[in-house]
């Protein structure tokens, strides 16, 4: 209860307790506005400020994190050099195929090779298959490669579409060819005169055909020596490279198993350019013919000016050079083989049921888009890749970039195949048609699988495969042309 009254002229005013509170309420609650009013204030200046700032820095607070990413990344490459990992197999039986100083010689790098770091590397290439990570090529355990072996059934007859190819020859000589190529025509005795007519019906599939597949005359070049000849006629599957003109070293083949050691072949092409390159560096061949791994055949009085056509002989023909042979590998001798070639011909070849084995071009699915970028990169004059680019649109090669469901546009730095009647007419057309045309052998791959449309069992791998089974290192240096 308030009371109030009067004494000496002073007023008193009696407030109650709960009046007293209720004002208390209100100045804090007035407070409490003030304060908020204050904080909104401040927020939305800061929120202002980081709109300016963001509108006038945007690109930089993108691209900073990109920038950062970007030399994260680089400086991570060189920080990885490749490792360099050596086969069990290899290091227990090297010991046995060459000499401590060949030894260390293959283990390390060559001078000046910018990859020299991918010499000798055996761990798997991997990608990933609907979210799981896989190997690009799967392998037989090892202890089951031990105990493969390459199969005796022939190709059977009755469901061949060919059975027999017979090879033009003149074994007489011909005094109208040069044995070796000329400006005015790519033909030689070594390939013989194939015309357009004989090229046409060199498609046609029957029980035996006749077409021209190199070797026409005895006197036509690519010579070897009788020693190497009877080497060659015992190979039953047969790993392969060549290096004309100097151009490039030898590398020695990993990852092989007992069996492979003991029934595979290693074969290494050179021409005297070579030889006398590789003996300048110490790399001399033993007197048993070998060098590491490697039976070196030495082959002389080479076809053709161009090295690079040189080299399509033993890389497409080597069902014409290891006549007994029922497999067959293609190395390019820019690449390191890393891989069982046993084990290899089972993944690609008789898991797969396939004939041939390549790999898909990783950049291209096009062969017009390929001559396109062959001008560009100067691996051929524009007037030559037009007259056969006119001449496959003429004969009707479509557009299009899978043929059978398969990409059309090859890389051919690795080939693994079975010699059948099939096959070998297939790398005699291919064959041709480099020798004709362009030496660069994509452009010509999609144009024979078109037209020769009865061979389907191919298995075009990606190319994560190919580069599982082998370390490229690159070209070390061009190879020297022959002189007329």
């Given at each position: 209860?308030?009371?109030?009254?009067?004494?000496?002229?002073?007023?008193?005013?009696?407030?109650?307790?709960?009046?007293?509170?209720?004002?208390?309420?209100?100045?804090?609650?007035?407070?409490?506005?003030?304060?908020?009013?204050?904080?909104?204030?401040?927020?939305?200046?800061?929120?202002?400020?980081?709109?300016?700032?963001?509108?006038?820095?945007?690109?930089?607070?993108i691209f900073l994190p990109a920038a950062v990413l970007i030399i994260f990344e680089v400086t991570s490459v060189g920080?990885?050099?490749?490792?360099?990992?050596?086969?069990?197999?290899?290091?227990?039986k090297k010991s046995n195929l060459m000499g401590n100083s060949e030894l260390t010689k293959l283990k390390e790098p060559t001078q000046g090779n910018k990859s020299?770091?991918?010499?000798?590397?055996?761990?798997?290439?991997?990608?990933?298959?609907?979210?799981?990570?896989?190997?690009?090529?799967?392998?037989?355990?090892?202890?089951?490669?031990?105990?493969?072996?390459?199969?005796?059934?022939?190709?059977?007859?009755?469901?061949?579409?060919?059975?027999?190819?017979?090879?033009?020859?003149?074994?007489?000589?011909?005094?109208?060819?040069?044995?070796?190529?000329?400006?005015?025509?790519?033909?030689?005795?070594?390939?013989?005169?194939?015309?357009?007519?004989?090229?046409?019906?060199?498609?046609?599939?029957?029980?035996?055909?006749?077409?021209?597949?190199?070797?026409?005359?005895?006197?036509?070049?690519?010579?070897?020596?009788?020693?190497?000849?009877?080497?060659?006629?015992t190979c039953k599957i047969v790993v392969s490279t060549c290096a004309f003109g100097g151009g490039d070293d030898l590398y020695q083949p990993i990852g092989m198993s007992e069996a492979s050691l003991k029934k595979v072949?290693?074969?290494?092409?050179?021409?005297?350019?070579?030889?006398?390159?590789?003996?300048?560096?110490?790399?001399?061949?033993?007197?048993?013919?070998?060098?590491?791994?490697?039976?070196?055949v030495i082959v002389r009085n080479l076809p053709f000016v161009d090295q690079s056509l040189n080299g399509k002989i033993p890389k497409m023909l080597p069902h014409r050079l290891f006549p007994h042979a029922k497999y067959s590998i293609w190395v390019d001798s820019k690449s390191q083989f890393r891989r069982d070639p046993l084990g290899v011909v089972e993944a690609l070849?008789?898991?797969?049921?396939?004939?041939?084995?390549?790999?898909?071009?990783?950049?291209?699915?096009?062969?017009?888009?390929?001559?396109?970028?062959?001008?560009?990169?100067?691996k051929a004059t524009p007037e030559e890749v037009e007259v056969q680019m006119t001449q496959y649109r003429k004969d009707g090669l479509p557009e299009d970039k899978r043929f059978n469901g398969k990409k059309a546009l090859n890389e051919a730095s690795v080939i693994v195949r079975k010699h059948t009647p099939l096959t070998n007419m297939f790398m005699c057309l291919w064959f041709n048609e480099v020798v004709r045309f362009t030496s660069r052998d994509q452009l010509s791959f999609p144009y024979v699988l078109w037209r020769l449309k009865v061979l389907k069992n191919i298995n075009m791998f990606p190319v994560c495969t190919r580069k599982d089974l082998v370390n490229s290192m690159g070209h070390l240096r061009k190879a020297k042309p022959l002189t007329n």
């Open positions: 209860m308030a009371s109030s009254g009067f004494s000496n002229n002073s007023i008193f005013i009696l407030v109650s307790d709960e009046e007293s509170d209720e004002l208390g309420r209100k100045r804090v609650r007035a407070w409490r506005k003030r304060k908020k009013r204050g904080h909104h204030r401040v927020r939305n200046e800061l929120n202002q400020r980081l709109i300016r700032l963001f509108v006038k820095y945007w690109m930089l607070l920080r990885k050099p490749g490792p360099v990992v050596n086969s069990e197999v290899n290091e227990v020299g770091r991918n010499l000798n590397r055996l761990d798997p290439i991997t990608h990933v298959v609907g979210g799981v990570r896989e190997p690009c090529l799967k392998l037989l355990p090892s202890e089951e490669i031990e105990h493969l072996d390459i199969p005796d059934n022939e190709e059977s007859t009755s469901t061949s579409p060919v059975k027999k190819l017979v090879y033009m020859s003149d074994h007489g000589g011909n005094s109208t060819f040069s044995w070796q190529r000329t400006n005015g025509s790519r033909f030689n005795l070594f390939t013989g005169n194939q015309t357009f007519d004989e090229r046409e019906k060199s498609f046609k599939v029957s029980e035996t055909v006749v077409l021209h597949c190199g070797f026409f005359s005895q006197n036509g070049g690519f010579e070897i020596s009788d020693r190497d000849k009877s080497y060659m006629q072949c290693y074969v290494a092409f050179w021409d005297e350019i070579t030889l006398a390159a590789q003996e300048s560096q110490n790399n001399r061949i033993g007197e048993d013919g070998l060098i590491g791994r490697w039976r070196i070849l008789w898991h797969r049921n396939s004939v041939l084995a390549i790999s898909e071009h990783g950049a291209r699915s096009s062969v017009y888009d390929e001559a396109k970028a062959v001008v560009l990169k100067h």
